[in-house]
Each structure stands twice: as structure tokens, then as C-alpha cells.
Nanobody, 119 residues
């Protein structure tokens, strides 16, 4: 399974962006999906998590501003980011727990998408 994040870009403070993370391949189920971000010189941090059933969890720094959702039929996760701040600038990466029909489950990372918030 390959994960691909998209939707990043340059936006001004207070603006919005919507990220997508799609999983390509066949014969698998995607369980929990996650968004992480990594800013230059900083450690990677968890941003949001969503289970297959739709239960969500957020980092304190994004609560009330970011919303994670998913479309299981499309094997796609979204991150709606509103009221963006300069400190949200980072590469955003998606991560997923993959359960192949005929193989052991594993964790997969996708390539990131750059989000830059200017003041």
C-alpha cells in the first residue's frame, strides 16, 4: 500500500487548507490513520488520529482549528486546517495501519506535503 499526501501550499495567517491522504493498492483494509508534522529543526509530532470507525484525537495545539475525517470507501483521510498560524508551518505526513487480506498487518508512511503559513 502506498500513501500519498497532497493539498499543501502557501497560505497567510488565518487562512485554511485541506490536506488529503490517499492509499493506493488493493486487497487491504486501512484501520487507524494519522497525520503527523515535522517543522525544520523540530521533532516529528502527532497532529490528529482517526480510527476506522471515526473516533478522533487531536494535539492540543490544533484542537478547535483542525478537523480530521476519512472516506473508507475511497481509502482517503482528510485534514481541514482553519485559522492557520505561522507555527503550523511544517511538512505534513500521513500514516496508516494497513491490514492486508492475506498478509500480516503493518504500518505505512506516506510522502509528506509542505504547508507554509506566512504572516
Amino acid at each position: 500500500v502506498q500513501l500519498q499526501a497532497s493539498g499543501g501550499g502557501l497560505v497567510q495567517t488565518g487562512g485554511s487548507l485541506r490536506l488529503s491522504c490517499g492509499a493506493s493498492g488493493s486487497s487491504f483494509i486501512i484501520n487507524t490513520m494519522r497525520w503527523y508534522r515535522q517543522a525544520p529543526g523540530k521533532q516529528r509530532e502527532s497532529v490528529a488520529t482517526i480510527t476506522r470507525g471515526g473516533n478522533t484525537n487531536y494535539a492540543d495545539s490544533v484542537k478547535g482549528r483542525f478537523t480530521v475525517s476519512r472516506d473508507n470507501a475511497k481509502n482517503t483521510m482528510y485534514l481541514q486546517m482553519n485559522s492557520l498560524k505561522t507555527e503550523d508551518t511544517a511538512v505534513y505526513l500521513c500514516n496508516a495501519d494497513v491490514a492486508p487480506y492475506q498478509a500480516r498487518p503493518y504500518n505505512s508512511w506516506g510522502r509528506g506535503t509542505q504547508v507554509t503559513v506566512s504572516s
